[in-house]
């Protein structure tokens, strides 16, 4: 099944633990991004990768990391949490050009 | 820069009503545009796409939405809706060609009662 696993579901960690949240794709998509969702602002993109070893920062980039060492996974790092990072995030895939994201289903992260 | 205004935050609607939920960009270019649907609790998932032809989109459980672009809008429509269509809506843009980023509204609310 063509499929976006993220993990963990859920994360409660505290100011300056660092964590990392994982994504993995099935479908050997070249693009993959991460989105953070909260209310009233929609979804915005935090980064993006065009393939491996290719990443660029999003519209909300600070306070997080990213790799792309393998096409298939996508790790988001946020080395020092801070409360504002508290939200839902998303990992998408896609192939290049004219084709819809496929998602995860989303990890909420509360940063206390 | 993009951007994409959807009207209506929330919604509260009866079984069988009508649904029409509004979506405007702005990019002057050729766009891919997409309308998103996230159930409670859920990730998002396609409910239908416009990349190019009929501007008339017929989308999955009986939804519908037509890309006017003099008006560069998306609206999404749906003639009687059930209680099983409360979700977010997220109306999507994506300019054609691009590097695939997606440009999301803010969300519509909806909400059916019995």
């Known amino acids: 099944e063509a499929q976006v696993t993220q993990n963990p579901r859920y994360l409660i960690t505290v100011t300056g633990k660092k964590l990392t949240v994982t994504c993995s794709q099935n479908?050997?998509?070249?693009?993959m991004s991460w989105y953070r969702q909260d209310p009233g602002l929609g979804l915005r993109q935090i980064y993006y990768?065009?393939?491996?070893?290719?990443?660029d920062k999003g519209d909300v980039p600070e306070g997080y990391k990213v790799s792309r060492k393998e096409k298939r996974n996508f790790p988001l790092i946020l080395e020092s949490p801070s409360p504002n990072q508290t939200s839902l995030y998303f990992c998408?895939?896609?192939?290049?050009?004219?084709?819809?994201?496929?998602f995860g289903q989303g990890t909420r992260l509360t940063v206390v | 820069a993009q951007s994409v205004s959807q009207h209506n935050h929330h919604v509260i609607l009866s079984e069988a009503a009508s649904l029409e939920l509004g979506c405007n960009y702005s990019?002057?270019?050729?766009?891919?545009l997409f309308w998103y649907v996230q159930y409670p609790g859920q990730h998002l998932q396609l409910l239908l796409k416009?990349?190019?032809?009929?501007?008339l989109v017929k989308g999955i459980k009986g939804f519908e939405a037509e890309f006017i672009k003099s008006k560069f809008s998306f609206n999404l429509r749906k003639p009687s809706v059930q209680w099983s269509d409360t979700a977010e809506y997220f109306c999507?843009?994506?300019?054609?060609?691009?590097?695939?980023?997606?440009?999301f509204g803010a969300g519509t609310r909806l909400a059916v009662h019995p």
């Open positions: 999507a843009v994506r300019a054609s060609g691009g590097y695939n980023k997606l440009i």
């Open positions: 416009y990349f190019s032809g009929d501007p």
């Open positions: 990768s065009m393939n491996v070893e290719v990443t």
């Open positions: 479908m050997n998509h070249e693009y």
């Open positions: 990019y002057g270019g050729t766009v891919n």
């Open positions: 998408a895939s896609s192939q290049q050009g004219n084709t819809e994201a496929f």
